[in-house]
């Protein structure tokens, strides 16, 4: 019935109409396109850091990271998404993308952002499974995820480990002169040109 609908809807249109109707959904869809790449919605499906500067408010979090002992051997990712599938890293950076955008569109997002629970977790984990061997073999604290921290039952990683990797206090006040990479204008240079005559 539903088929028969759709046909009988696009049967009754004349064809101009249909060429009116596909100029406007085609004119919508590359709208969206464009609007995702103005956004650089792109650079956070792969792992490069410089994508986490699109935000101007994480910029001190990127220059106190890329001047610490992590900055040399980890990425964003490797600590803030959670690596037990492909699946989950994605649906995680999706979803907790998604809550970023909607406090910057909102005016809620705050001067010192904070990991939520569900982040805090990741992070934590992700501790615990890049220095497994640290905490086993040579200092030997044993496994204390975050859940266990959070009802007193041991101590998260960054309750000793307060300035790794990003140094203590960050705010767009604390690091007034940090030297970071800007982000690449998304206007194409051919536009840039016309802008600027």
């Given at each position: 019935m539903k088929k028969?609908?759709?046909?009988?809807?696009?049967?009754?249109?004349?064809?101009?109409?249909?060429?009116?109707?596909?100029?406007?959904?085609?004119?919508?869809?590359?709208?969206?396109?464009?609007?995702?790449?103005?956004?650089?919605?792109?650079?956070?499906?792969?792992?490069?850091?410089?994508?986490?500067?699109?935000?101007?408010?994480?910029?001190?979090?990127?220059?106190?990271w890329m001047h610490s002992s992590h900055g040399r051997d980890a990425t964003c990712n490797d600590c803030h998404v959670p690596h037990e599938n492909i699946a989950r890293k994605y649906f995680f950076k999706g979803t907790d993308g998604m809550k970023h955008v909607l406090a910057f569109v909102t005016g809620n997002e705050r001067q010192v952002p904070q990991a939520q629970p569900?982040?805090?977790?990741?992070?934590?984990?992700?501790?615990?499974?890049?220095?497994?061997?640290?905490?086993?073999?040579?200092?030997?604290?044993?496994?204390?995820?975050?859940?266990?921290?959070?009802?007193?039952?041991?101590?998260?990683?960054?309750?000793c480990h307060r300035k790794v990797p990003h140094g203590g206090k960050n705010s767009l006040a604390a690091t007034p002169s940090a030297i970071v990479p800007l982000p690449e204008s998304p206007v194409p240079e051919w536009l840039q040109k016309v802008i600027s005559k």
């Open positions: 028969f609908l759709k046909i009988s809807f696009l049967g009754s249109l004349s064809y101009r109409q249909k060429i009116v109707m596909l100029l406007l959904c085609g004119t919508m869809v590359g709208a969206g396109a464009y609007f995702l790449y103005l956004l650089r919605a792109h650079t956070y499906l792969g792992d490069d850091p410089k994508a986490c500067i699109n935000c101007h408010i994480m910029t001190p979090y990127y220059a106190t569900a982040s805090s977790q990741v992070i934590m984990n992700n501790c615990i499974r890049c220095h497994t061997e640290l905490n086993t073999e040579l200092v030997k604290t044993g496994k204390v995820d975050f859940m266990m921290a959070n009802v007193g039952e041991g101590k998260a990683c960054w309750d």
